[in-house]
């Protein structure tokens, strides 16, 4: 069964400043796909960022980036120019194509004014 | 965009009563959903995989009888609490892949239920 863990329960950064969340997995599976939501304090599920297991290049989005370190299992998000928008819970995710997606147990990130 | 959407918002109800929440694909065809639980201040957890006309799938330790799942059409998917106890009381949150757009599709999630048994 694949399994992700997130370490870091909470973060907290001052606004404009750059942010890194970690996730790591695990899986013997080769193809596959990772993913970074954003749950605000309305609890409404935002997709971040997505990673395809089989592309080497680390996915981004604006402000949002990733470092996918596929032999580590590793799929950190980079939050830059962090804003007070930014402001959530985050959840790392897993799925195997069109399988369930299995999340971490999720960062609360607070951006500080 | 796909809009997942999802009803009632929250509902209170008392022990012994049964609830019925809906999940609805607004703009696109889903012939799989997926029902989540969330406890406060923790992760998603999946409860059970909807599926189009067949059976749900669940995950273990989710009592089939207890939460009854209805995937009736390609854009509707229910997930009923049958005698609800306080442990019941969660957040539930639906979500759904657009299935013309294949496996690398993101799935869309509705904005979840709050239950509240007393």
């Known amino acids: 069964a694949q399994t992700v863990t997130q370490s870091q329960p909470e973060m907290s950064v001052q606004e404009a400043e750059t942010v890194t969340l970690s996730c790591t997995y695990d899986?013997?599976?080769?193809?596959?796909?990772l993913f970074w939501y954003k749950q605000p304090p309305s609890r409404q599920m935002i997709l971040v960022i997505r990673?395809?297991?089989?592309?080497?290049q680390n996915a981004t989005e604006n402000r949002f980036s990733v470092n996918f370190q596929k032999a580590a299992k590793s799929f950190s998000l980079k939050i830059s120019d962090s804003q007070l928008g930014d402001t959530a819970m985050y959840f790392c995710?897993?799925?195997?194509?069109?399988?369930?997606?299995?999340f971490g147990q999720g960062t609360r990130l607070t951006i500080n004014p | 965009g796909a809009v997942v959407s999802q009803h009632p918002s929250w509902v209170i109800c008392k022990s012994g009563t049964s609830v019925k929440i809906e999940c609805r694909s607004l703009?696109?065809?889903?012939?799989?959903m997926f029902w989540y639980r969330q406890f406060p201040k923790q992760s998603l957890m999946l409860m059970a995989t909807?599926?189009?006309?067949?059976?749900?799938?669940?995950e273990q330790g989710v009592e089939k009888d207890k939460f009854l799942i209805n995937h009736a059409s390609l854009t509707l998917s229910t997930l009923t609490v049958t005698s609800a106890h306080p442990e019941d009381s969660s957040f539930y949150i639906c979500?759904?892949?657009?299935?013309?757009?294949?496996?690398?599709?993101?799935?869309?999630f509705g904005n979840g239920t709050r239950l509240t048994v007393t």
């Open positions: 979500s759904a892949r657009d299935h013309r757009q294949g496996v690398a599709s993101p799935l869309h």
């Open positions: 899986t013997s599976e080769n193809n596959y796909y």
């Open positions: 990673q395809e297991a089989y592309k080497q």
């Open positions: 995710a897993f799925a195997l194509g069109a399988q369930k997606l299995v």
């Open positions: 703009d696109f065809q889903a012939t799989t």
């Open positions: 909807s599926n189009e006309g067949s059976k749900a799938t669940y």
